[in-house]
T-cell receptor
Framework: GNSVTQMEGPVTLSEEAFLTINCTYT??????LFWYVQYPGEGLQLLLK?????DKGSNKGFEATYRKETTSFHLEKGSVQVSDSAVYFC????????????FGTGTRLLVSP | DTGVSQDPRHKITKRGQNVTFRCDPI?????LYWYRQTLGQGPEFLTY????????KSRLLSDRFSAERPKGSFSTLEIQRTEQGDSAMYLC???????????????FGPGTRLTVT
């Protein structure tokens, strides 16, 4: 079945550092890929998405490129801020059938001033 | 568009009691999903509605769980005879559906945190 693997956290960075959170997936066909962010005490918010190979999703300075050859969708940001501290979830939506999301276990990001 | 809302936000109950949660999706969204998130894990799919029809249920959804979406608007998730293992965050999401079966993005509510003592 479909699955998502994320790097373990927490990831601890200083403000303005470069961020990479790794995400790889296993799926049949051509899934759509997503990054969601969860701030403390809140629900999940869609951060960015990519629906086909080589697509780059971007939002709020975050980027991720859908790499079919490596089955990866790594999240990057050039300069993190304290306000980026949150849990980040990589997810996929299968190509066929109904449209449930399959999530990774999440990666906590802690950014210090 | 006020987003997906869930009620209550927190629920503490004793083992063996029944609980019911409500989800109000974004008004023009015809698809509604329930997920469960335990501490330190990503959300796991429970069930899915298109309009009022429940089209899929996960094996995680035991016989003690039931979900409804009367008239294709709000949805309820009921857990009967709660167990300590039911303690989790219950998330609701909604989306628009596209022709051919695909969907737009899912928008999540704030969740209902259930604690079973």
């Amino acid at each position: 079945g479909n699955s998502v693997t994320q790097m373990e956290g927490p990831v601890t960075l200083s403000e303005e550092a470069f961020l990479t959170i790794n995400c790889t997936y296993t799926a049949t066909g051509y899934p759509s890929l997503f990054w969601y962010v969860q701030y403390p005490g809140e629900g999940l918010q869609l951060l960015l998405k990519a629906t086909k190979a080589d697509d780059k999703g971007s939002n709020k300075g975050f980027e991720a490129t859908y790499r079919k050859e490596t089955t990866s969708f790594h999240l990057e940001k050039g300069s993190v801020q304290v306000s980026d501290s949150a849990v980040y979830f990589c997810a996929l939506r299968g190509y066929t059938g109904f449209q449930k999301l399959v999530f990774g276990t999440g990666t906590r990001l802690l950014v210090s001033p | 568009d006020t987003g997906v809302s869930q009620d209550p936000r927190h629920k503490i109950t004793k083992r063996g009691q029944n609980v019911t949660f409500r989800c109000d999706p974004i008004s023009e969204h015809n698809r509604l999903y329930w997920y469960r998130q335990t501490l330190g894990q990503g959300p796991e799919f429970l069930t899915y509605f298109q309009n009022e029809a429940q089209l899929e249920k996960s094996r995680l959804l035991s016989d003690r769980f039931s979900a409804e979406r009367p008239k294709g608007s709000f949805s309820t998730l009921e857990i009967q005879r709660t167990e300590q293992g039911d303690s989790a965050m219950y998330l609701c999401a909604s989306s628009r559906g596209l022709a051919g079966g695909s969907s737009y993005e899912q928008y999540f509510g704030p969740g209902t945190r259930l604690t079973v003592t």
